[in-house]
């Protein structure tokens, strides 16, 4: 697609603002109706459907971070002249068509939109059936925004195929695809891989670890994990699973210690063996396939490891390569434990809660990424873009 100008991108920024600003009873009579359809029993998804002012305002705060962040597209990342007189600059460029693939949040219609536009690319917004009245609501606030600003509507478009339909146009799409990013759990991730025919770039799964070594701080064990599993159950960077060491001092109270505070925050807690010997009327989990789950709900798996490699080596294979911490006041293991473990986001005594784009200054973002190609972690505006070689000779030939 045609390159535009910075001026003229800001233009349909300030333009879209205004229009949240001037529609918040529509965008919420929208969502009224999505919320009104849904069936309220997926607490999670619940969470993330449902809209407030507090929510808009949050849009409106995506944008204004985009608008005041520098154009990424045409920034020089080296530039060299050969022997041979050859200039040679390689310079960002944007991905061309993103399509991502979302469910039940209508604030990404906006916030992945304003990052994809912005870096020149072209965005399919397939949201789930769930948010149907709202996506619509807001891609029309966006659509006038382009309409006022003198460019075309396809820049950004709503998709509402419904499975087989997206199915299809995954294997056949009817116009070129660059990149598809679905953003959402484990079924949804793999319906795109085994359909795509373009690079897939996987969001949204998280089943986060938190490592409790023998030299920590049992209050800020608890702070942190109180924040990491009750603060936003919704989010892909919630707690899931917590490892405390054997060899911590005493083990055993500390471990009902933490059953209950979990439980009077009305958390649910699941158990390996070794932790049901201490806590013998909590639930055992009867298969390993539960250490792979992200849980998405007020529940916690409590397990235990005898070594710091035990703890890194589980976290490695269980994990969804999104996020861990280790809680521990020795900085030489936390630096072990943080170069071994095999995630997008590392913590030191942290809460996961922080793997956001917001949180890690990197403003809005379109998801966070758990592949290491070409970008890990969250994708905010300056990811959103892939690279070109501009070659300029004189009659050079190759002998």
């Not at 020089?76 to 993103?98: C, H, M, Q, R, Y």
């Not at 996506?135 to 499975?163: C, F, G, P």
Request: hydrophobic content about 40%; some cysteine; proline content about 2%.
């Amino acid at each position: 697609m045609k390159l535009l100008s910075e001026d003229k991108k800001n233009d349909v920024l300030v333009s879209m603002i205004k229009q949240i600003k001037a529609n918040y009873p529509a965008i919420l009579e929208a969502n009224k109706k999505d919320i009104e359809a849904f069936n309220k029993e997926d607490q999670a998804m619940y969470d993330r459907l449902i809209l407030n002012e507090k929510k808009i305002d949050g849009m409106i705060q995506a944008i204004e971070e985009v608008h005041v962040q520098a154009d990424p597209v045409g920034k020089v990342i080296e530039s060299k002249t050969l022997d041979s007189g050859l200039e040679i600059i390689n310079k960002t460029a944007p991905f061309g068509t993103i399509m991502i693939i979302y469910e039940s949040r209508p604030d990404v219609t906006v916030e992945a939109t304003v990052l994809a536009f912005k870096a020149n690319n072209k965005i399919l917004l397939k949201g789930g059936k769930e948010a149907i009245h709202s996506n619509k609501a807001i891609v029309e606030l966006w659509h006038k925004a382009l309409a006022e600003n003198d460019l075309s509507t396809d820049y950004i478009q709503l998709l509402t195929m419904n499975r087989e339909e997206t199915q299809e146009f995954l294997r056949n799409p009817t116009e070129q695809l660059d990149l598809i990013v679905p953003r959402g759990g484990e079924r949804l991730i793999k319906f795109v891989k085994d359909h795509a025919k373009c690079a897939v770039l996987v969001s949204g799964r998280g089943n986060n670890f938190l490592y409790v070594d023998p030299e920590s701080d049992w209050q800020q064990v608890i702070k942190v994990i109180l924040n990491a599993k009750t603060h936003k159950i919704s989010a892909c960077n919630a707690l899931d699973k917590i490892l405390v060491n054997t060899n911590i001092a005493d083990y055993e109270n500390k471990l009902k210690d933490l059953d209950a505070i979990l439980k009077s925050n009305g958390v649910s807690v699941l158990v390996d063996a070794n932790v049901q010997e201490v806590l013998n009327e909590n639930t055992l989990i009867q298969d390993e396939s539960v250490w792979y789950e992200e849980f998405l709900e007020m529940k916690c798996l409590v397990g235990t490891v005898d070594s710091l490699e035990e703890a890194i080596n589980q976290i490695n294979k269980y994990s969804g390569g999104h996020s861990a911490t280790i809680m521990t006041t020795n900085k030489a293991t936390a630096q072990q434990f943080m170069e071994q473990v095999d995630c997008a986001a590392v913590y030191h005594n942290a809460s996961t809660r922080f793997t956001d784009g917001g949180q890690l200054g990197a403003g809005a973002e379109l998801a966070i990424s758990t592949d290491k190609l070409h970008h890990r972690g969250p994708l905010g505006l300056k990811e959103l873009v892939t690279n070109k070689y501009y070659v300029y000779g004189d009659g050079h030939v190759r002998a």
